[in-house]
C-alpha cells in the first residue's frame, strides 16, 4: 500500500503537552497546577442565553462570518476598551476558539518560504500552524532578564528580506508577560519601517493585573492596517467549551480569511453565539470579578515562591507563572515527572512551549485558593528535598 | 482595597490578617486598620458561620412569615419591627415593598413551635393585620453558597 500520510504532517511534533497529559490520566489522585483554562463555571446569565437560543429553536447554521449582532457587539467592545474602530461587515469573523482564527490568519497570509517570527516560550498552536500554512517558523528566545517581553532589538535582528509575519501572543501564555505600551511602541516601529505584518493573539487581554489596562498592537498610529486582531471568549468569560473566538483585520486580509473560514468550518458553533452575545453586552461584571479573584492568587503564588526561595519573575498577565528551576539541575522534564511521582501534583514542563522554555515550569492559577495551597504546599516540600539534596551532595 | 477586602472575608470569614495582606498586595497592618474601621463604622456587623442545620442530627424547622401592618402614627414601621426582631427566634426582619410589609425569616424546634410563636406571639401583636407562615422545605442555597451538591472539577488535568 502506498503511504496514505502526507510528508508535511508526519514532520510536526505532536504537542509537548501530549506525553505528559498521557501520564497524568493514570493517575487519578493527582492534583494539577496544569490546565489552561479558567475554573469559574461560565456565568449562569451567559449559559441561559445559550440554552434559550436552543429552546427557541436556533439550531441552524448562522452566516459564515457569524450573527451580525455579534460581530456589532464585538465592534462597541473593542471600540469601549481599546478606542478601536472595526467594521463588522467587512472586518469580523467568528472563528472556533483563537486557535482558528490563528491558523486561517496564516493561511490566508503566507506564501510558501515567507517568513514567520514566532517568540517563545509560546502558545504551542504557532508553529505547527506556520508550517501547515507552508511559512517558515522564525524563533525568537526571548529571555527571562525582560521578563519574556519581546524588545524591538530581538525582532530586528530576527526580520530578513523574507519575514512577511509577526506573531504577537501577549498577554502570555505560559509565562504570563505582559507588553506595555512602550514595549509596543517600539515593536510598532520596527514592523513599520520593515513593512510586515502582525498577528496579535489577545485571547487573555482582560486577565491584566498591571496598572496600565492592556493595550492592543492595533491601537497603536499605522498598526492596525497591517495587523490581526485576535481574541475570544474563552479565557475572558470561561468559555473554553464553547470553542469561540473571533478574529479582526484589514478587509483586505479578512475577505480571504473568510474564504478559508467558508470553506473548512461554514460557521462557529450558533449556540455560543447567541450565549456570546449576551456574554460581550453583559458580563464586564463577571470579568472584573474573576479578574480580582486571579490577581489574588497570583499574590498569594509570587508570596509563596519568595518563601520557598523559588526564583519568578513577577507576571502581570494571563493565569500562569513561570518559575525558574535550573538551580536544581533537573531538565524541566524530570523535575515535572519527579514531582508528579513523588507529590502527585502535575505542573507543565517550560519545555513544552519552546526550547527556550527550558529550565521553567508553568503553573497555572486557575484553581481556587484553597488548591492552591494545598498543591503549592508540596511543591514548597518537593523543592526543600531538592534543596538538602543538593546540599548533601555538596 | 476596602470592597475588595470585604468581598474576601464575606465568603470567608476565617481567613487571617497574614493571607489577606499577601493576596491584597498590602501590609497586614493596613488590612487590620481597614477591618477595625469598618467594624466600628458598623459596616462589618458580625462574622458568622454558614451551617446546613439538615446534615445535623438536631431537628430544626425554618419558615418565611409575611405580615401585613399598620403603621403607627410618627413611628411607621419600625416601632413594631422592633417589637418583633427582639424575639431571639426570628432571625431576621425586612421591610418589604409589594403585597405586604414585613418578611420575617424564623427558626424552631418544630412546626408546632413555630405554630405557637405565631399565634401565641406574633399575631396577637397590636397593628398586625394579618399573617401567612410558609414553612421551608429545603434549602438549596443559602448565603450564595450552594448546599445540596459538591462542586466538582471537570477540566482536564492538563490542556495548553
Same mark, same amino acid.
Given at each position: 500500500?502506498?503511504?496514505?500520510?502526507?510528508?508535511?504532517?508526519?514532520?510536526?511534533?505532536?504537542?509537548?503537552?501530549?506525553?505528559?497529559?498521557?501520564?497524568?490520566?493514570?493517575?487519578?489522585?493527582?492534583?494539577?497546577? %496544569?490546565?489552561?483554562?479558567?475554573?469559574?463555571?461560565?456565568?449562569?446569565?451567559?449559559?441561559?442565553? %445559550?440554552?434559550?437560543?436552543?429552546?427557541?429553536?436556533?439550531?441552524?447554521?448562522?452566516?459564515?462570518?457569524?450573527?451580525?449582532?455579534?460581530?456589532?457587539?464585538?465592534?462597541?467592545?473593542?471600540?469601549?476598551?481599546?478606542?478601536?474602530?472595526?467594521?463588522?461587515?467587512?472586518?469580523?469573523?467568528?472563528?472556533?476558539?483563537?486557535?482558528?482564527?490563528?491558523?486561517?490568519?496564516?493561511?490566508?497570509?503566507?506564501?510558501?518560504?515567507?517568513?514567520?517570527?514566532?517568540?517563545?516560550?509560546?502558545?504551542?498552536?504557532?508553529?505547527?500552524?506556520?508550517?501547515?500554512?507552508?511559512?517558515?517558523?522564525?524563533?525568537?528566545?526571548?529571555?527571562?532578564?525582560?521578563?519574556?517581553?519581546?524588545?524591538?532589538?530581538?525582532?530586528?535582528?530576527?526580520?530578513?528580506?523574507?519575514?512577511?509575519?509577526?506573531?504577537?501572543?501577549?498577554?502570555?501564555?505560559?509565562?504570563?508577560?505582559?507588553?506595555?505600551?512602550?514595549?509596543?511602541?517600539?515593536?510598532?516601529?520596527?514592523?513599520?519601517?520593515?513593512?510586515?505584518?502582525?498577528?496579535?493573539?489577545?485571547?487573555?487581554?482582560?486577565?491584566?493585573?498591571?496598572?496600565?489596562?492592556?493595550?492592543?498592537?492595533?491601537?497603536?498610529?499605522?498598526?492596525?492596517?497591517?495587523?490581526?486582531?485576535?481574541?475570544?471568549?474563552?479565557?475572558?468569560?470561561?468559555?473554553?467549551?464553547?470553542?469561540?473566538?473571533?478574529?479582526?483585520?484589514?478587509?483586505?486580509?479578512?475577505?480571504?480569511?473568510?474564504?478559508?473560514?467558508?470553506?473548512?468550518?461554514?460557521?462557529?458553533?450558533?449556540?455560543?453565539?447567541?450565549?456570546?452575545?449576551?456574554?460581550?453586552?453583559? %458580563?464586564?461584571?463577571?470579568?472584573?470579578?474573576?479578574?480580582?479573584?486571579?490577581?489574588?492568587?497570583?499574590?498569594?503564588?509570587?508570596?509563596?515562591?519568595?518563601?520557598?526561595?523559588?526564583?519568578?519573575?513577577?507576571?502581570?498577565?494571563?493565569?500562569?507563572?513561570?518559575?525558574?528551576?535550573?538551580?536544581?539541575?533537573?531538565?524541566?522534564?524530570?523535575?515535572?515527572?519527579?514531582?508528579?511521582?513523588?507529590?502527585?501534583?502535575?505542573?507543565?514542563?517550560?519545555?513544552?512551549?519552546?526550547?527556550?522554555?527550558? %529550565?521553567?515550569?508553568?503553573?497555572?492559577?486557575?484553581?481556587?485558593?484553597?488548591?492552591?495551597?494545598?498543591?503549592?504546599?508540596?511543591?514548597?516540600?518537593?523543592?526543600?528535598?531538592?534543596?538538602?539534596?543538593?546540599?548533601?551532595?555538596? | 482595597?476596602?470592597?475588595?477586602?470585604?468581598?474576601?472575608?464575606?465568603?470567608?470569614?476565617?481567613?487571617?490578617?497574614?493571607?489577606? $495582606?499577601?493576596?491584597?498586595?498590602?501590609?497586614?497592618?493596613?488590612? $487590620?486598620?481597614?477591618?477595625?474601621?469598618?467594624?466600628?463604622?458598623?459596616?462589618?456587623?458580625?462574622?458568622?458561620?454558614?451551617?446546613?442545620?439538615?446534615?445535623?442530627?438536631?431537628?430544626?424547622?425554618?419558615?418565611?412569615?409575611?405580615?401585613?401592618?399598620?403603621?403607627?402614627?410618627?413611628?411607621?414601621?419600625?416601632?413594631?419591627?422592633?417589637?418583633?426582631?427582639?424575639?431571639?427566634?426570628?432571625?431576621?426582619?425586612?421591610?418589604?415593598?409589594?403585597?405586604?410589609?414585613?418578611?420575617?425569616?424564623?427558626?424552631?424546634?418544630?412546626?408546632?413551635?413555630?405554630?405557637?410563636?405565631?399565634?401565641?406571639?406574633?399575631?396577637?401583636?397590636?397593628?398586625?393585620?394579618?399573617?401567612?407562615?410558609?414553612?421551608?422545605?429545603?434549602?438549596?442555597?443559602?448565603?450564595?453558597?450552594?448546599?445540596?451538591?459538591?462542586?466538582?472539577?471537570?477540566?482536564?488535568?492538563?490542556?495548553?
Amino acid at each position: 500500500m502506498r503511504n496514505p500520510l502526507s510528508d508535511k504532517i508526519v514532520t510536526i511534533k505532536p504537542s509537548g503537552i501530549r506525553k505528559f497529559f498521557d501520564i497524568v490520566s493514570e493517575m487519578e489522585d493527582a492534583l494539577s497546577l %496544569g490546565v489552561g483554562e479558567p475554573d469559574f463555571d461560565t456565568p449562569w446569565h451567559i449559559r441561559d442565553e %445559550g440554552i434559550y437560543s436552543l429552546e427557541k429553536g436556533r439550531t441552524f447554521y448562522t452566516s459564515n462570518a457569524g450573527l451580525k449582532e455579534l460581530r456589532v457587539e464585538i465592534c462597541n467592545y473593542l471600540k469601549r476598551r481599546f478606542g478601536l474602530e472595526y467594521d463588522p461587515v467587512h472586518e469580523v469573523i467568528l472563528t472556533v476558539g483563537g486557535s482558528e482564527a490563528i491558523d486561517i490568519a496564516l493561511r490566508a497570509m503566507l506564501n510558501p518560504g515567507d517568513e514567520v517570527i514566532i517568540p517563545q516560550p509560546c502558545f504551542v498552536s504557532y508553529e505547527p500552524c506556520a508550517v501547515l500554512a507552508d511559512g517558515v517558523p522564525v524563533i525568537i528566545n526571548l529571555k527571562a532578564e525582560n521578563e519574556f517581553r519581546l524588545t524591538a532589538q530581538e525582532l530586528e535582528e530576527a526580520i530578513t528580506d523574507k519575514t512577511k509575519v509577526l506573531v504577537l501572543p501577549f498577554p502570555n501564555n505560559p509565562t504570563g508577560a505582559i507588553m506595555e505600551r512602550k514595549d509596543l511602541e517600539a515593536i510598532a516601529e520596527v514592523v513599520i519601517r520593515h513593512d510586515i505584518f502582525v498577528i496579535t493573539d489577545e485571547i487573555y487581554a482582560e486577565l491584566s493585573y498591571g496598572s496600565e489596562r492592556h493595550v492592543s498592537i492595533a491601537e497603536l498610529p499605522g498598526m492596525k492596517e497591517r495587523t490581526v486582531l485576535i481574541n475570544g471568549f474563552s479565557k475572558a468569560y470561561a468559555m473554553t467549551g464553547w470553542r469561540l473566538g473571533y478574529c479582526c483585520a484589514p478587509a483586505v486580509i479578512a475577505e480571504q480569511m473568510l474564504k478559508i473560514h467558508q470553506f473548512a468550518i461554514m460557521c462557529a458553533p450558533t449556540t455560543s453565539q447567541y450565549a456570546a452575545v449576551e456574554a460581550i453586552k453583559n %458580563g464586564d461584571v463577571d470579568v472584573e470579578r474573576m479578574r480580582e479573584e486571579y490577581n489574588q492568587r497570583r499574590r498569594y503564588l509570587m508570596h509563596a515562591f519568595a518563601e520557598m526561595g523559588l526564583p519568578c519573575f513577577e507576571p502581570y498577565g494571563a493565569f500562569y507563572v513561570f518559575p525558574c528551576i535550573r538551580e536544581f539541575g533537573l531538565t524541566s522534564d524530570e523535575f515535572a515527572t519527579r514531582f508528579l511521582q513523588e507529590e502527585k501534583v502535575a505542573v507543565v514542563p517550560g519545555a513544552a512551549f519552546g526550547d527556550c522554555g527550558e %529550565g521553567y515550569l508553568r503553573i497555572s492559577y486557575a484553581y481556587s485558593l484553597e488548591s492552591l495551597k494545598v498543591a503549592i504546599g508540596r511543591l514548597a516540600d518537593f523543592v526543600g528535598r531538592l534543596k538538602a539534596e543538593r546540599d548533601r551532595e555538596r | 482595597m476596602r470592597e475588595e477586602l470585604l468581598r474576601i472575608i464575606e465568603k470567608n470569614s476565617r481567613i487571617d490578617l497574614k493571607e489577606l $495582606a499577601v493576596i491584597l498586595g498590602v501590609e497586614e497592618i493596613d488590612v $487590620a486598620n481597614a477591618l477595625a474601621d469598618l467594624e466600628t463604622e458598623g459596616v462589618i456587623c458580625g462574622y458568622h458561620t454558614l451551617i446546613d442545620w439538615e446534615k445535623t442530627s438536631l431537628e430544626q424547622v425554618s419558615a418565611l412569615i409575611e405580615v401585613r401592618v399598620t403603621p403607627q402614627r410618627g413611628q411607621g414601621f419600625d416601632h413594631i419591627a422592633e417589637r418583633i426582631y427582639k424575639y431571639p427566634e426570628v432571625n431576621a426582619v425586612y421591610l418589604i415593598s409589594g403585597g405586604y410589609d414585613l418578611l420575617i425569616t424564623l427558626e424552631g424546634k418544630s412546626l408546632k413551635e413555630i405554630s405557637a410563636f405565631v399565634s401565641d406571639k406574633l399575631a396577637p401583636l397590636e397593628s398586625i393585620l394579618s399573617t401567612a407562615t410558609h414553612f421551608i422545605l429545603k434549602k438549596y442555597k443559602d448565603h450564595g453558597t450552594v448546599l445540596s451538591k459538591k462542586h466538582v472539577d471537570q477540566r482536564e488535568k492538563i490542556t495548553p
